[in-house]
């Protein structure tokens, strides 16, 4: 998911703020755009011509025409003639807001605060474009907006909409009431009241808001709860009403491409283009539907895959078999079969993969599923060649995604966002221990610094994190949840409770039936439970950082003895700890450096059972445990490679070499296979192991084929000339 | 076209001795002076290693003095049926007009080595500049006869380059041999060494800062992907760098040149069914070359006995 990084200041003192985001600045529209109401154009066009030049309503007039372009050149006229007026550039910065340039919009919010520190109207201006990238200063901003016009009522819809999205659904009622209270014909509070009912089942509402905007709204908030179907239902309703609100008619475009119905979501994007409504998800979706001829898509019962041409023939078997697994393991667990099939694409270039997550809250930094009734699932995700090798666990990832289109399966997308992430979690680490993430710093410092939020409000730490670390935090703490009730009450408990969710049950209400309490003092027990589990690292987490430092710096000056005394002391202060720089590869390389192999095996078995990534140590790990004559053992932990990064040829071939010896036929032919999917730079000698495989697991018509292969491109190949020879006479016997 | 026979005639008959200098220079910082110095004499042992009728000299860090010296050794020692290959590992810069090659004191130009080449007999010459900013060097060193190979595509690729650190392992893996007929040719250590520099900058997730390119017709500018349209890469096929085996030998045994005619006459028809693969139909086409591979295997049975 694409996370602002932006620093937000604080608004505290309601000082002159000034804040610049992260985003790239687009051009200016340059092209006029006409709307397709000729009537509306002619009588709008027609005031604009009557009005006198540069003033704000012909500026209006041109932008309500959609004709930013000249809208925008009276408005920069009006700002030079007025350079002290606060509502002009406020007015100017909504233009770009509307026209998708938040960035250029900010600068003008920013400035118009600083000619009036409580500008009501800049303070609300900043507030939508911080909703838009769901940061928390949202809400912040709007209360200071509110504060300076209490009757400002798109800042009080600002606050009942953001309420929803933390599915605070009383909070959001009584946001959404106050709006209507502040303006009785307000679009966005009936259209808060109205979701209200519609996510819950209701479809008679009194709130209906019979307005374009209205179901915008709506649409909105059933894609953010994973309601896709629904959500494209609104979305069509909206444009119904108003063919030209292009933002909703591209998010219907980008919604029908998450449910695979790419060429109504190419017609719908396309056309919101060709209106000038440019956003990045419209852009970038358009650009990446047409990438789609560079993929090839494959479907094996319910499994289809799409995976990019240059790398299809290497990932699809380890994808499809990990599919394979995964089903049946999800199947017998979650106690359902999948009905519809599930489309899993796999992106090598991970900004392909990023318009895929684009505008939903949360991390997705790894991958996202969209699942319907209708269509089935839909999982994208990176390709393990779309990161540095080691720091994608792509296997850990499709078992998380998978996690997802089980339980918005059971309860029909009727989850909280921190139980379905919390459950995703759990299943990395129950499929292995070494998979999952590991405890991570900002982890040990919320902890550190009781910033665990309570179960009934942790979908805040998702939809609205006060930072981006909190988001990582939130994950491992639902996640942890998961496993305290699984270890608790079992895993029949947390199936029950997913089902209560499936019923539109709210998280308190589901503690409180299922784990027989409130949700305070879950959450008193749940903390005791972690910190308990984690007060080794908690409490030494600052020792152990400063002496890594020193252990690093005696790796540097080689001073291996120190390493080891050092290194030994510090390792299990903070287990968990397997990035770069981890204790553990300090110690294995410092024995190595002292011929002590069987020490350095030992600690980088501890680093790959501690989750450790690293291509370079796990294969410097098998190496040593081959020439230790541990060759079964060496093979295995290639085998974790494989779910790491199976990029590397090397290692494909060494695996398959370690089968063959190991007599597990079939998983060398599988090796040599990959290896010569992946364009090997000695093609002879990869069509000669095959053979050689082949051969072993009497399958001579192949084992043919494949020296035939070798001696095409190497006729001199005398190993290939020589199994030739004997197989062809053998064939002749 | 007579030139070419003339050299490939070179390269399979007569016993010739090939002259190897192998130049790490300076790294400017600890941790690519030992990067530099480890590739040299990771290219040094695979020479050793190979054995054969060579003369081996690595030098680390020479001075402009040292490295003239030791080119009017050998320029002393060649005959015109001899090879030499030369070796640059390290910084290069380029101006816009002249390349250096970094080293202690004075650095030396492109076109000074090129003069110190000129000056050595040896016929067949092949020289990989390996160090950043070697694409400028190409004008300076190209001629008729020589094989230049730098790690750069021009003179501004001006980022420390990691080609040395493949072409090393190409000389000494089997994999590089891609015909298997155990020699690594220029082009097929090119080949390599390219390949693996592109995955490395392609798994790191990093721009490729480095392009290799390859000239052997002495008026090109380097191409990455040398061809028959372009014209590039045939003199470095019939170059080898390392021999891997003792395949030579069946060669001056007189009892056995009727077979190495047969296989030489098999390999042709081979070479001849493959570039008419696309204008036949597959079947026709996998029968003739099984015939094919089947008959020479049996002969080179024959011939290894």
Request: proline content about 5%.
């Amino acid at each position: 998911m694409s996370m602002s990084l932006s620093l937000w200041g604080s608004f505290a003192s309601c000082a002159p703020v000034c804040y610049r985001r992260n985003w790239r600045v687009a051009n200016p529209p340059q092209d006029a755009i006409l709307p397709h109401k000729p009537v509306l154009v002619a009588f709008v066009l027609l005031l604009a011509s009557l009005l006198p030049a540069q003033t704000l309503e012909r500026a209006e007039a041109f932008w309500k025409a959609r004709r930013f372009q000249e809208a925008n050149d009276v408005f920069r006229a009006l700002v030079a003639q007025n350079p002290k007026n606060p509502d002009y550039k406020v007015r100017w910065g909504r233009l770009y807001l509307d026209n998708s340039q938040p960035d250029i919009a900010v600068d003008l919010f920013n400035e118009a605060l600083q000619l009036k520190k409580d500008h009501a109207g800049a303070l609300l201006g900043l507030a939508l474009v911080a909703a838009e990238d769901y940061e928390s200063v949202a809400a912040d901003l709007a209360h200071q907006a509110l504060a300076s016009d209490p009757k400002l009522v798109e800042a009080q819809e600002l606050l009942a909409r953001l309420a929803l999205e933390d599915n605070d659904t009383a909070k959001a009622a009584e946001e959404a009431n106050k709006a209507l209270a502040l303006g009785a014909k307000s679009i966005g509070g009936r259209a808060i009241l109205a979701t209200i009912d519609w996510l819950a089942g209701k479809k008679d509402t009194a709130f209906d808001p019979h307005a374009a905007r209205g179901y915008e709204t709506a649409g909105h908030f059933f894609v953010i709860n994973r309601r896709y179907e629904e959500g494209v239902q609104y979305y069509r309703k909206a444009i119904e009403l108003d063919p030209e609100l292009y933002s909703a008619r591209s998010q219907l475009g980008v919604n029908l491409m998450r449910l695979g119905q790419d060429q109504e979501a190419y017609t719908q994007l396309e056309t919101c283009y060709k209106n000038g409504f440019q956003d990045a998800a419209t852009r970038n979706s358009l650009k990446l539907l047409d990438s789609y001829k560079k993929f090839d898509t494959v479907q094996t019962g319910l499994i289809i895959l799409k995976l990019d041409k240059k790398e299809a023939e290497l990932l699809r078997p380890y994808f499809e078999s990990e599919m394979e697994r995964v089903i049946a393991t999800y199947e017998k667990k979650y106690r359902i079969k999948l009905a519809k099939p599930v489309r899993v694409e796999v992106y090598p270039d991970h900004e392909d993969f990023a318009v895929r997550a684009l505008g939903m809250p949360g991390l997705g930094a790894l991958g996202v599923t969209f699942t319907s009734a209708t269509y089935g699932s839909f999982i994208a995700m990176d390709s393990p060649s779309g990161r540095p090798p080691g720091s994608f666990h792509w296997a850990s990832t499709l078992w998380h995604e998978m996690s997802h289109v089980f339980t918005l399966t059971l309860t029909d997308s009727h989850v909280p966002r921190w139980f379905t992430e919390g459950l995703a979690v759990h299943e990395e680490t129950a499929v292995s221990p070494e998979w999952g993430d590991r405890l991570a710093p900002p982890v040990i410092m919320a902890i550190k610094d009781k910033k665990l939020l309570p179960v009934a409000e942790l979908d805040r730490g998702f939809v609205h994190p006060t930072s981006p670390a909190q988001v990582v935090v939130s994950y491992f703490q639902a996640g942890r949840i998961c496993d305290y009730i699984d270890d608790k009450w079992g895993w029949a408990t947390l199936l029950a409770m997913l089902r209560d969710f499936g019923n539109d049950d709210d998280t308190a209400t589901v503690v409180r039936k299922e784990l027989k309490m409130e949700s305070v003092e879950f959450d008193k027990q749940f903390l005791v439970s972690v910190e308990a589990g984690t007060k080794n690292v908690v409490d030494h987490f600052d020792e152990w950082q400063k002496r890594l430092k020193q252990v690093n710096a005696l790796s540097k000056s080689k001073d291996y003895d120190g390493v080891i005394k050092e290194g030994v002391a510090i390792r299990d202060m903070y287990p968990d700890y397997v990035e770069d720089g981890s204790v553990y590869e300090f110690l294995a390389s410092a024995y190595l450096a002292k011929d002590n192999k069987p020490a350095a095996i030992d600690e980088l078995e501890r680093y790959v059972k501690a989750g450790g990534r690293n291509p370079d140590s796990i294969k410097l790990l098998s190496k040593q445990l081959e020439d230790a004559g541990r060759k079964k053992e060496a093979a295995d932990v290639l085998v974790r490679l494989n779910y790491i990064y199976p990029m590397d040829n090397d290692q494909h071939q060494a695996l398959g070499a370690l089968w063959m010896d190991a007599g597990n036929l079939a998983g060398a032919i599988a090796e040599f296979r990959a290896v010569l999917a992946h364009n090997p730079i000695d093609p002879a000698r990869s069509h000669y192991d095959l053979a050689r495989a082949y051969q072993l697991n009497h399958q001579p018509e192949q084992a043919i084929e494949e020296l035939l292969a070798a001696l095409e491109t190497a006729p001199g190949y005398r190993p290939a000339q020589k199994l030739l020879l004997e197989l062809t006479t053998n064939e002749a016997k | 076209m007579k030139l070419f026979w003339l050299l490939l005639l070179a390269a399979l008959s007569a016993p010739a001795t090939t002259f190897y200098v192998t130049i790490s220079g300076l790294g400017g910082e600890p941790d690519y002076e030992q990067r530099f110095k480890m590739w040299a004499e990771d290219i040094d042992s695979s020479l050793k290693r190979a054995g054969g009728d060579s003369s081996v000299v690595t030098l680390v860090e020479p001075t402009r003095e040292q490295i003239r010296a030791r080119f009017a050794e050998i320029a002393k020692q060649a005959k015109p049926a001899d090879a030499l290959v030369v070796m640059l590992i390290g910084h290069g810069t380029f101006d816009g007009v002249d390349y250096k090659f970094n080293i202690p004191g004075p650095d030396i130009t492109g076109a000074e080595l090129g003069a110190l080449l000129d000056r050595v007999p040896a016929t067949r010459q092949l020289v990989v500049n390996m160090t950043s900013s070697s694409g400028g060097s190409i004008e300076a060193l190209r001629r008729p006869a020589r094989v230049v190979i730098a790690a750069t595509r021009t003179g501004t690729e001006k980022n420390a380059t990691v080609f040395a650190r493949y072409w090393a392992e190409a000389l000494r893996d089997p994999a590089a041999d891609a015909d298997k007929n155990e020699a690594i040719s220029a082009l097929e250590a090119f080949h390599y060494a390219q390949r693996k520099t592109a995955d490395f900058y392609e798994s790191q997730k990093r721009l490729a800062t480095e392009h290799a390119v390859l000239e052997d017709t002495g008026k090109g500018e380097g191409e990455r992907v040398p061809s028959a349209e372009n014209g590039e890469g045939r003199l470095a096929a019939a170059f080898p760098v390392v021999r891997l085996g003792a395949n030579a030998a069946a060669a001056r045994d007189p009892a056995k040149r009727p077979l190495l005619e047969k296989k030489e006459q098999l390999e042709q028809a081979i070479d001849k069914l493959k570039y008419e693969k696309a204008a036949m139909p597959a079947d026709a086409y996998k029968k003739q070359l099984t015939q094919l591979l089947l008959e020479l295997a049996r002969t080179q049975e024959a011939l290894d006995k």
